[in-house]
């Protein structure tokens, strides 16, 4: 079993930045990704910035659109842990933020959120016009 602790957010005035992280506990595969979803009030979770590790290779981020030039996603494998930087924030990039983890993704499918093991309990970020 896997479990996720994630760490970061609050609240931050429009232009400014915030950085999350989250370290896994427990067995993972040697092939894995681990990252970051979203979901406001009202809305839909969405993907947000994934690191993928596929056996010795380094870590490949994977960003959503809304996000990409302002986000960085960053990993330390041996820790088990993510990191992101937002960097740039938007009111609309308020939500909370989750991090999860899925062992041995399909890349085309590596943005679907619903197919992703272990989540964690979430934190809020607060971004104000």
């Known amino acids: 079993q896997v479990q996720l602790v994630e760490s970061g957010g609050g609240w931050v005035q429009a232009g400014g930045s915030l950085r999350l992280s989250c370290t896994a506990s427990?067995?993972?595969?040697?092939?894995?990704?681990m990252g970051w979803f979203r979901q406001a009030p009202g809305n839909e979770r969405e993907f947000v910035a994934v690191m993928r590790w596929s056996g010795g290779s380094g870590g490949r981020p994977y960003y959503d659109d809304s996000v990409e030039g302002r986000f960085a996603i960053s990993g330390d494998r041996a820790k088990s842990t993510v990191y992101l930087q937002m960097n740039s924030l938007k009111p609309e990039d308020t939500a909370v933020y989750y991090c999860a983890l899925i062992n041995r993704p399909i890349l085309s499918s590596i943005r679907q959120g619903h197919l992703y093991q272990y989540w964690g309990q979430g934190t809020q970020v607060t971004v104000s016009s």
């Open positions: 427990g067995r993972t595969d040697s092939n894995f990704a």
